[in-house]
């Protein structure tokens, strides 16, 4: 069974670098064609691919946040790392990782964590 | 980037009633948009991809069509617990981009 889990802070200030972590459970980031996908959603709105990362080690950026953005991989622990820099109350979101099945267009996110809701205030 | 534009933004419904979503890209994504469901305080969940697959577990009465830039979703005989939120999401482009959403309510 896969499972995904977020974890880190519940509020950040303005300014500050955000860190969330995403565990994965039936599922090894090393294994061909693994590829995980941080997506945030603001309250009431619609969600915003952020990043992804694959099983061998290429990394993709949201265009617009890519400066601000670092992907990354633990893979003794097996989980993914998301670091945002600079947040800005506008930042504020429930940030979920998922797995992106598939490859190129033919992509799809299946398994979603519970996702982590993080204030900027 | 491409932009994908869902109508209407909410539409009440009841059920047994058949409910048609439509979603509209800026340009051609060939077939690639997929459509999530979404509850209150919980992630989204895949029930369509390439524009008309049924996710593994996805009630029959959900459909999908459309390619290029319209598309579509449709429930038949909508069930109490079909009451939610629908995205549809393109993936022709690595953004990804995700449409406004659609609330289906009773």
């Known amino acids: 069974q896969v499972t995904l889990k977020e974890s880190g802070p519940a509020l950040v200030k303005p300014t500050q670098t955000l860190t969330l972590t995403c565990t994965l459970s039936?599922?090894?980031?090393?294994?061909?064609?693994?590829?995980v996908s941080w997506i945030r959603q603001p309250p009431g709105k619609a969600p915003e691919w952020l990043a992804r990362?694959?099983?061998?080690?290429?990394?993709?950026?949201n265009a617009s946040l890519k400066t601000r953005l670092t992907i990354s991989t633990a893979t003794s622990k097996n989980q993914v790392v998301l670091v945002m820099t600079n947040m800005d109350p506008e930042d504020t979101a429930t940030y979920y990782c998922a797995r992106a099945f598939g490859s190129g267009s033919y992509s799809y996110f299946d398994y979603w964590g519970q996702g982590i809701l993080v204030t900027v205030s | 980037d491409i932009q994908m534009t869902q109508s209407p933004s909410s539409l009440s419904a009841s059920v047994g009633d058949r409910v048609t979503i439509t979603c509209r890209a800026s340009?051609?994504?060939?077939?690639?948009l997929n459509w999530y469901q979404q509850k209150l305080g919980t992630a989204p969940k895949l029930l369509i991809y390439t524009a008309s697959t049924l996710q593994t577990g996805v009630p029959a009465r959900f459909s999908g069509g459309g390619s290029g830039t319209d598309f579509t979703l449709t429930i038949s005989n909508l069930q109490p617990e079909d009451f939610a939120t629908y995205y549809c999401q393109q993936t022709e482009s690595p953004s990804g981009s995700f449409g406004g959403g659609t609330k289906v309510e009773v």
């Open positions: 990362i694959d099983w061998d080690g290429d990394k993709f950026y």
């Open positions: 039936g599922l090894s980031l090393t294994a061909t064609g693994v590829r």
């Open positions: 340009q051609s994504i060939r077939v690639y």
